[in-house]
Nanobody
Framework: VQLVESGGGLVQAGGSLRLSCAAT????????MAWYRRAPGKPRDLVAA???????DYANSVKGRFTISRDNAKNTVYLQMDSLKPEDTAIYYC???????????????WGQGTQVFVSS
């Protein structure tokens, strides 16, 4: 199983970016997909998460600016980031809790990370 992220880059404050993360490989089902981020000198924190049923959760710092969405048919999760601020600069990581087989237990997988840099 691999989580492949794309969409990071450099943007000016107030701009937008859209991150994508596709889960590939032997996947039976995915429960939760989420985005985390690690800013320089800080721990990795949850940004947003979504369940199979579409329930979402956001960090307070991104509520109203970021939107997480998911295409279950494509095993893909997106993060639309609007009104970006310099403090959103971080490496963004995709995360998924999934089963590789009907009898397998739920396991957590991580993407390699994609850099987002917001200039002031």
């Amino acid at each position: 199983v691999q989580l492949v992220e794309s969409g990071g880059g450099l943007v000016q404050a107030g701009g937008s970016l859209r991150l994508s993360c596709a889960a590939t490989g032997s996947i039976f089902s995915i429960r939760t997909m989420a985005w985390y981020r690690r800013a320089p000198g800080k721990p990795r924190d949850l940004v947003a998460a979504t369940t199979t049923g579409g329930v979402t959760d956001y960090a307070n710092s991104v509520k109203g600016r970021f939107t997480i969405s998911r295409d279950n048919a494509k095993n893909t999760v997106y993060l639309q980031m609007d009104s970006l601020k310099p403090e959103d600069t971080a490496i963004y990581y995709c995360n998924a809790d999934l089963q590789t087989d009907v009898a397998a237990r739920l396991s957590t997988y991580w993407g390699q990370g994609t850099q987002v840099f917001v200039s002031s």
